[in-house]
């Protein structure tokens, strides 16, 4: 079973709401990725969590929020964004950091920020 | 500024032909190189990968070709199949950092009957 899992499929919120996109994998894969993707563009990374920790942050702005409650899965949440936030939010895991591994992909959320 | 270079960014092809995509890098640190395909509304998978000992990889009809003093890898579709159309990702990544992936702009692959 190769499979990511992220719930919401589909999200759309004002811009003065809360939500959160889950996040889960039963790989026993201990890295776990967020990603942004913008129509016709290649993901872009924004978040990396190593072993439950945060290890990479790519200066994201603090209105994206990420946790790592287990080894399964991985949160995002999401507060006060902007309508340009609007993307399609990927989840990835790999075996480990710092070794060739695969990641694998999730489906994606695509959020719509009005 | 963008690691890995990207070409063509859009490509029509006949089914039964050769797709032929090209990537470029500079970081002679990269060690992995991974394709991903995308189809609309799901999120990449991996097509294929080569680590720079070898110049060839072929899996099915998916071939990587790749030239380590040039710094460039492609991808060969061979018989190309309207189920291949899709947006082709190369990356790049280093087997002793953070694993991070460094993605080509993409290459959208129409095949047409």
């Known amino acids: 079973d190769t499979e990511v899992t992220q719930t919401p499929k589909h999200l759309v919120m004002g811009m003065t709401n809360k939500k959160s996109l889950k996040c889960e994998q039963h790989m026993g894969h201990r890295a776990m990725y967020w990603y942004k993707q913008k129509a016709k563009k290649p993901p872009e990374l924004m978040f990396v969590?190593?072993?439950?920790?945060?290890?990479i942050n790519e200066s994201v702005p603090s209105r994206f929020s990420p946790e790592c409650p287990n080894s399964s899965l991985l949160n995002l949440h999401l507060h006060a964004l902007q309508p340009e936030d609007s993307a399609l939010y990927l989840c990835?895991?790999?075996?480990?950091?710092?070794?060739?591994?695969?990641?694998?992909f999730g489906a994606g959320t695509r959020l719509s920020v009005l | 500024q963008q690691q890995v270079k990207q070409s063509p960014q859009s490509l029509i092809v006949q089914k039964g032909g050769i797709s032929i995509i090209n990537c470029a890098y500079e970081?002679?640190?990269?060690?992995?190189f991974p394709w991903y395909q995308q189809f609309p509304g799901k999120g990449p998978a991996l097509l294929i990968a080569i680590r720079p000992d070898v110049s060839e990889k072929k899996e099915g009809r998916f071939t990587i070709s790749f030239n380590k003093s040039a710094k460039q890898f492609s991808l060969h579709i061979m018989d190309s199949q309207p189920g291949d159309s899709a947006t082709y990702f190369c990356a790049a990544s280093i087997e002793t950092g953070a694993n991070n992936l460094f993605f080509g702009t993409g290459t959208r692959l129409t095949v047409i009957p």
């Open positions: 969590y190593s072993y439950e920790k945060l290890s």
């Open positions: 990835a895991s790999s075996q480990d950091r710092g070794t060739i591994n695969i990641q694998y």
């Open positions: 970081n002679t640190a990269f060690d992995y």
